[in-house]
């Protein structure tokens, strides 16, 4: 029986192909999508906080529930201890469908000074997917 996939937003290092590979994801197509309601904060690590008019960019996955065990039980924690938690939202792709997706938020706000390689990571993934200019220099904010 085939793995059961489900819709996942994507938003910070996971973004990025090569960080996905790198954590066992196989390479596939990914829909550029963004969210709205929620604004991005790099502190170190990428997460979500919620803000009324916010917009976040990300793409649109289909993942299994073994692949979102691989990303957010083990690659997760090479990278930090802080947790993510699934959350429910509505996602807009690029041609406007409004579907529903799960999209995983650190429970705590964390601190820290971004590294400039995982903003990288973010900036190279965000120019690549196409993301708005102002959305690129916001993610490139985070390094300075």
């Known amino acids: ?6 819709q996942v937003f994507f938003y910070g290092s996971f973004m990025s192909l090569p960080m996905l590979e790198k954590a066992g994801i196989a390479k596939r197509a990914f ?13 170190p690590y990428a997460n979500l906080v919620e803000s009324g008019d916010g917009v976040v960019y990300g793409i649109l996955a289909n993942v299994t529930h073994k692949e979102l065990e ?5 690659h997760r924690k090479k990278l930090t201890d802080i947790d993510y938690f ?3 939202v509505l996602v807009q ?12 938020i650190a429970a705590a706000e964390s601190t820290g000074t971004p590294d ?18 102002w959305y690129q220099d916001r993610i490139a904010a985070f390094a300075e």
């Open 1 to 6: 029986m085939r793995a059961r996939r489900i």
């Open 31 to 43: 829909a550029p999508a963004m969210i709205s309601g929620f604004e991005l904060v790099v502190a």
């Open 70 to 74: 691989q990303l957010y039980g083990t």
């Open 86 to 88: 699934p959350e429910a």
């Open 93 to 104: 792709t690029r041609g406007g469908k409004i579907v529903a997706a799960t999209v995983y």
């Open 116 to 133: 400039k390689t995982y903003i990288n990571l973010m900036k190279k993934a965000a120019s690549d997917y196409g993301f708005p200019q």
